[in-house]
């Protein structure tokens, strides 16, 4: 049995049960997992439909340049469909978008145009201009325009739809989607309200974007646009996909906690996602309350989050924005407050020293002498010397010392601590606001890191 291209693989993605993350959610929580579609997204569904209807309409002639203005995720479809049909593809995206995405839409033979991500639409340097535009200069060629092209939210209507009402056998009561194009939503509520006009589709916006406050009082409301950092939904302008008389609630979820909601999903559930997944999931809970035990939720999770390792999965990327704490030296040390450094004098001997570390179950000691440290002693070090000439056990610790740990200020983050903690330095030292030092280890880098 074999398919007869990558194109046949899209759709019949799996409906996946989340346990852990939604225990305080009092009701059956499904996610349509979307990033199993062969081009990591959700988008393949429409980038095919459109093509398909653009060749049966006459617009897309063979040997001709597809033209898009794309986050990525739609580009990515339309270049699978590109390669199996034989037509070229230019890409208009915005540099608020990951890079990766781009190279990702580069190694499958994409061109791709990066624009100024905070221009209105009508700018001329917008991706919306300028693909426009292209599409006008470039012979052959045909701009798709997934924002008014209703075969968007068709391929939702007749893939995505059904796909949710067979897999739950008609028992879904709410659909949670994010909304950009509206293409997803939309098709998919129309189908799904066809089949029970009682489901419940909840529309999940960013803030910076206009379409709650449109979808509530009807205004575009330009005051309600800024750049926000989420991708791939929330708009500056209302797409000809929308219809919203299909959606019953709109809200608006923070970046911030988006981000969060997406990496805990990887953690909690396995489902390595993309940012809009958390925020799809972080707009139910904030919904959670008008749900009960009987009701069947379906959360649609978009792309998938090898898109999104230099940004939401990057620590650094997530303390930059102020999304994760920084923790410091004071975080590591704080649940043990009342605990006493331990420390060795230079006149002690080199076996009571190995038994207080033994003791206290420490791979290494400070060497205190007149309430400064002289030094160290590492077991590593003890081991070495103790191996070539066993006497030195009875030798005192001031002839077999080792060099003194760094000592740094209280507030030193866990990134700076990990680049001095090294193969010869294994702790750092620092002093807490009551005078007392404490000691940060190698191990206790990692640990926090991986709390
Ligand atoms: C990652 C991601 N999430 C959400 C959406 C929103 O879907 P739609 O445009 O169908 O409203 C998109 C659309 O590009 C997307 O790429």
């Not at 200069?137 to 997934?146: D, F, G, L, R, V």
């Not at 191996?387 to 700076?416: G, L």
């Amino acid at each position: 049995m074999w398919l007869n291209n990558i194109l046949e693989t899209i759709g019949n993605t799996p409906l996946i049960k989340l346990n852990k993350i939604t225990k305080d959610i009092p009701a059956t929580v499904l996610a349509k997992v979307d990033y199993f579609n062969p081009g990591n997204s959700i988008k393949d569904r429409m980038a095919l439909k459109m093509v398909e209807v653009a060749e049966k309409e006459g617009r897309l002639k063979p040997g001709g340049t597809i033209i898009e203005g794309t986050s990525g995720n739609t580009g990515m479809g339309l270049a699978l469909a590109a390669c199996v049909k034989g037509y070229k593809c230019v890409f208009v995206t915005t540099d608020k978008q990951s890079k990766e995405k781009a190279d990702i839409l580069k190694a499958v033979g994409a061109e791709v145009i990066v624009c100024p991500t905070n221009v209105l639409p009508e700018d001329p340097a917008s991706y919306y201009s300028v693909a426009k535009r292209l599409a006008k200069e470039i012979p052959n060629s045909i701009y798709m325009n997934q924002y008014d092209n209703l075969a968007n939210r068709q391929a939702h209507y007749e893939s995505t739809g059904p796909e949710i009402w067979q897999q739950t056998e008609g028992k879904i009561t709410h659909l949670v989607c994010t909304a950009g194009t509206g293409g997803t939503i939309t098709g998919t509520a129309m189908y799904l309200k066809e089949k029970n006009p009682n489901i419940k589709v909840w529309a999940i916006d960013v803030f910076g974007s206009l379409l709650t406050k449109y979808y509530h009082t009807g205004e575009k409301d330009m005051h309600e646009v800024y750049p926000y950092i989420s991708e791939g939904f929330g708009e500056d302008f209302v797409p000809a996909n929308y219809d919203m008389s299909v959606i019953d609630n709109f809200v608006q979820v923070t970046d911030k906690d988006g981000a969060i909601m997406a990496r805990r999903i990887a953690k909690e559930e396995g489902l390595f996602c993309g940012y809009s997944a958390g925020s799809c999931l972080q707009g139910l809970f904030q919904l959670k309350e008008s749900l009960t035990k009987d009701d069947v939720v379906v959360c649609i999770f978009h792309d998938h989050g090898s898109r999104y390792v230099g940004k939401i999965y990057n620590d650094q990327w997530m303390m930059e924005r102020g999304f994760l704490e920084v923790k410091t030296f004071k975080d590591i040390v704080s649940g043990r407050a009342n605990q006493k450094l331990i420390t060795i004098a230079p006149d002690n001997t080199v076996i009571e020293a190995v038994a207080l570390m033994k003791q206290y179950d420490i791979d290494q000691i400070p060497v205190w002498d007149n309430n400064e440290m002289i030094g160290s002693l590492s077991e590593s070090g003890l081991f070495q010397k103790i191996f070539i000439n066993p006497e030195i056990k009875d030798a005192t610790v001031a002839s077999v010392i080792e060099h003194s740990f760094p000592i740094v200020e209280f507030t030193t983050s866990v990134e700076k601590l990990s680049s001095l903690i090294n193969k010869e330095n294994g702790a750092v030292l620092a002093k807490d606001d009551s005078g007392n030092y404490h000691i940060v280890t190698k191990y206790d880098v990692i640990q926090s890191i991986a709390k």
